[in-house]
Structures are given as C-alpha cells and as structure tokens.
C-alpha cells in the first residue's frame, strides 16, 4: 500500500509539473504562450534546453484551427501572466484585436511577416493556414526566433542555436518530400477543408475542389453532386479528408465516383512533441505516394 501511494504521488507530482499541452515550471523567469498548436509546437523547438523559460498553449492541445474560437476568461489571465504571445497570424486569431486592447503591454509576436499569402473565402483577406506549408513554417520560425530574441535578450544566442537546428530539419523535410512527391504522375485532389493551398502549392498539387471550407460544416447534396462531377470529369485519383474532422462526406464522394478516401494532417492536434510536425508531414508525404502514385 506504501508503494502504491508513493506512485500515485509522484505520478501526480509529474502531472502537475508538466500540464496538459504546456511545457512550464512554477519558477520560470520567461514566460511563453501560444496561440495553438502549430505555433506551440514551433516554441518548444526554439526553446529547448533553454532554462527558466516556460511554454503554455493556450486554445490546448485538441482545439485544432482557430475557426470561431471564443476567448474565455482563462485564457485572458493566462495572456495577462505572459511576457510574449506568439500568434500565427493573417486573421487565423480572429480574437486578437481584444487581447490587444484588454491588455496593450503584453508583447505579440507574429510569426506571418513577410509570408507571401493565398487569398481566402469570405470575408477572409488571406488563407491563414501558412504554415502547412514547410517553406512557410521555416520562414515562421525565423519571425518567431527574431522576436524572442528581442524580448528575451538573456537567451538571444541560444533562441537562435535552437532555430538554426529546427530549421535544417525542416529544410532536409522538404528535400525528402519534394524527391518523393514531385514524380508522382497524379497531383490533382479534392479536400474537405481550406487548410491546404499553401501545401498543395509547394508539393505541385492541383485542388480540384474544396468542398466544405469551415470544417465543422457539412456540405449540402447539391455541392456533393458537383464534387463526384468534378471527381468523374477531371480523373481525380483520391479525395483527402483530416483526421481531425469525420470523413462522412467524404465517404459520399468517393463511394459515388469510385475512388478511395485518404487521410492529411494539417498538423493542428497531435503530440505535445518537438518533432510533431516532422512526424505529421513524414505521414502526409507517405499517403501521397500511396493515393497519387
């Protein structure tokens, strides 16, 4: 029994220590937080080994994209405790403008500057999701780096070690995946969500459709009919649904026209792990192969 209790102790004390979707310790100097998980997943790289630096994620881990998110109190006094926020940018925190005026000393740091955009749907002036892209996210990172830098200058030499490191990885990324995409005979797909024009535009993809551009959406029978049509008339080999999100739809499409569903990840949830977004990008660059090939 002295055992058993000892264990749950110390697995509580780690649990504490460690938090759901964070990275902190009590008597961190620097605090860090990100506004979801693509950019949570670039902090812990540009912070690794560095001491008295804590990371918090601030949507949590299985929020996904920021489609509509609602701040809560929460998460205002998490910001109010920050030295930085990093954000993604171009519109993808729609909420930014009131974390702005509620609390105009906390520093933001934005990773999108001088990322050349897609324009979006609707009301949206740009696609926000850049960093599917891996050129996007090395570009996002630097931004990310060079803020740190100024804000925390303690740590300037290793903020900038840490970016070089994951950087090279990102870029020795794109070669393995461009060698492996780039002869597929067929590069014309069908999504279920805007979350892919920027890699699509990388890899040399051709999107065929997008047939439901809010992922929480499902798409009325008209705009499935003309999706099978575009499948059918355009020799589409596969449609891709996320992992995040149900395949219903896509199911329809693909019973209807014959052709197999396929999974990519646009990296918003996963594994509070540094390599996150290598591993989710290595799984998207293998389901290429298999559903384009």
Not at 150 to 170: I, V
């Amino acid at each position: 029994m002295k055992r058993l209790l000892a264990f749950l102790l110390s697995a509580l004390l780690i649990f504490t220590m460690t938090g759901c979707g964070r990275r902190e310790e009590h008597s961190a100097k620097f605090r860090i937080v990100a506004s979801f998980y693509p950019i949570y997943i670039m902090a812990l790289n540009l912070t690794e080994n560095i001491p008295d630096v804590a990371v918090d994620n601030m949507a949590g881990q299985q929020t996904g994209c920021l489609h509509d998110y609602q701040l809560q109190s929460s998460d205002m006094q998490n910001l109010s405790s920050a030295d930085v926020f990093l954000i993604n940018g171009d519109g993808m925190e729609s909420f930014l403008e009131k974390v702005a005026q509620q609390l105009p000393n906390l520093e933001i740091i934005n990773s999108s500057k001088g990322i050349q955009t897609i324009p979006g749907e609707g009301n949206e002036e740009a696609n926000p999701h850049i960093w599917v892209s891996i050129s996007n996210a090395i570009l996002q990172v630097e931004n990310l780096s060079q803020g740190l830098q100024k804000a925390d200058p303690e740590h300037a030499a290793q903020y900038s070690e840490n970016a070089h490191a994951y950087e090279e990885k990102l870029k020795t990324l794109r070669e393995e995946m461009h060698q492996a995409v780039d002869p597929l005979p067929n590069k014309a797909i069908v999504t279920f969500h805007e979350a892919f024009p920027y890699f699509a535009e990388e890899f040399g993809l051709t999107i065929a459709k997008v047939v439901n551009r809010e992922p929480d959406s499902q798409p009325s029978a008209k705009e499935l009919a003309e999706t099978i049509h575009i499948v059918e008339e355009s020799g589409v080999k596969a449609v891709f649904a996320e992992p995040q999100y149900p395949k219903s739809a896509a199911d329809i499409v693909a019973k209807e026209s014959g052709i197999k569903v396929y999974s990519l990840d646009p990296a918003v949830t996963g594994a509070n792990d540094p390599d996150a977004y290598l591993d989710a990008m290595r799984s998207n660059m293998e389901v290429l192969k298999e559903a384009l090939s």
